[in-house]
């Protein structure tokens, strides 16, 4: 069967997929191929992680799947163990473990990583290099965690990158869509493991929502919106609260204000500026079944099954769909908002749902925030490419007076200048690109359209 995405959208070439068990199988494999993309969970609905296949027929095609100078790159079975370091504060695990599984190992040994994303499915580096991110006003994106790196390069050599060390070089490899190498080993910054309840509210007004637009993204530590844009409403709104060190309030189902975060202010209301609380488990998509997401309705529980929308044992979804999400400055949210609301009418029947998050600002040189906060706009749409070619247009000139920037592993159609031109830093990333892969074994169309131009 042909290579596919999650979502089947997307598929790769039929190059051979290597699965290396150590390092230095994987520097073998490098050092002797002429174009290497890594897969990962393949989450990724548009060629981000592709290698470009140009073929005018069968046999030209059989041809490249024989040729071992063409490879992909799976790390699921990379003998790379999970590390703990108690005096660094800090977890070394392989770029491949999902964030599911090493969450859970994490919890067992007492730490936490400051947010996750909404899927637990999704590998470590592969979220890491494409900027992918969770929400909270305070929390910059999962990249953002990051303290080293380890890397085999074009020439096969193994080689780390560490904030500490080499902190201009740092801040350009962390969100690198795959460009420097193979990431095989990750260093996360860790905090103490804290205990979370989760409340959901349903029918806040669109008007209340952009007039107290930060007070309602600040009143947990973690705030998920989730509109379908239609009746002036904002469908469903998800505080994540933080309610201390877990262990000290993971069995109390409402936590002293000592323990609680002075902004977490919105701990089980009846009311959230107007929403009701949610008397049941809901699902963002209002007429799906809410098996497989974490426990909402207060309900205490560890950092790694509340911060993710889903839980680690479910399927997240059919893959019925097709995802994009913009990012405009914090600054501009609210013109933002309503710009995308009127636009309602092109979006009945064709999306599932959209989640509005906030991201802190960073210093990394391709992140969506960087050098500002940020909110994410994410869209669900139903699956239908021919369709979305004719909408995303309409939505990202909508949104281009705001300084848009695309999610990179997301569906758009910005022009390539315009998505370099969102990133002061892209002249000193090409450098780098070219500095650690001289030939362009890691490059792909996709680098070559958005980074290269």
Request: negative net charge.
């Amino acid at each position: 069967m042909p290579l596919r995405n999650w979502s089947e959208n997307v598929q790769f070439s039929s190059a051979p997929v290597h699965a290396p068990e150590t390092i230095e199988e994987l520097q073998e494999i490098v050092g002797a191929s002429r174009k290497v993309r890594v897969l990962g969970a393949r989450h990724s609905f548009n060629d981000v992680a592709a290698i470009d296949e140009q073929v005018d027929d069968a046999s030209e095609a059989k041809g490249l799947a024989e040729d071992s100078s063409w490879a992909y790159i799976s790390l699921e079975q990379l003998n790379a163990p999970v590390e703990f370091s108690s005096e660094r504060g800090t977890v070394t695990c392989s770029g491949g473990i999902t964030y599911g599984e090493l969450c859970e190992r994490m919890h067992r040994h007492g730490v936490a990583l400051h947010n996750t994303a909404s899927l637990p499915h999704i590998t470590v580096a592969g979220a890491c290099a494409t900027g992918t991110h969770g929400s909270g006003d305070g929390n910059g994106n999962l990249s953002t965690a990051v303290v080293g790196l380890e890397l085999v390069t074009a020439d096969g050599e193994l080689r780390s990158i560490t904030l500490e060390e080499n902190r201009e070089t740092f801040e350009g490899a962390v969100v690198a869509l795959g460009g420097l190498g193979v990431v095989t080993r990750v260093t996360l910054a860790t905090e103490p493991a804290f205990a979370m309840q989760q409340y959901v509210y349903e029918d806040m007004a669109s008007s209340v929502l952009h007039e107290h637009f930060d007070g309602v993204m600040s009143s947990a530590y973690s705030v998920s919106l989730f509109p379908d844009w239609q009746d002036g409403t904002c469908n469903q709104v998800w505080l994540k609260h933080r309610t201390g060190l877990w262990g000290e309030t993971a069995t109390s189902e409402t936590p002293s204000p000592e323990t609680t975060p002075a902004k977490d202010t919105a701990m089980g209301q009846k009311e959230f500026y107007g929403a009701k609380a949610a008397r049941t488990e809901l699902h963002p998509v209002t007429n799906l079944s809410p098996e497989g997401l974490t426990p909402q309705m207060g309900v205490p529980g560890p950092w790694h099954d509340r911060l993710p929308h889903f839980s680690i044992d479910s399927t997240p979804a059919s893959g019925d769909e097709l995802q994009t999400e913009y990012f405009v400055p914090r600054a501009h949210a609210v013109p933002a908002l309503k710009a995308v609301e009127g636009l309602r009418d092109l979006f009945k029947s064709r999306l599932w749902i959209s989640e509005i998050r906030s991201v802190a600002a960073d210093r990394l040189w391709l992140s969506q925030s960087y050098g500002t906060p940020t909110i994410g706009i994410h869209f669900s749409w139903r699956k239908n490419w021919p369709v979305l070619q004719e909408i995303l247009p309409v939505v990202e000139e909508a949104l281009s007076p705001y300084e848009v920037r695309p999610h990179w592993g997301k569906l758009f159609t910005i022009p390539p200048a315009q998505v370099q031109a969102a990133y002061p830093k892209i002249g000193a990333f090409r450098e780098l690109l070219q500095s650690y892969d001289p030939d362009g074994k890691f490059r792909n169309g996709y680098l070559d359209r958005y980074i290269l131009g």
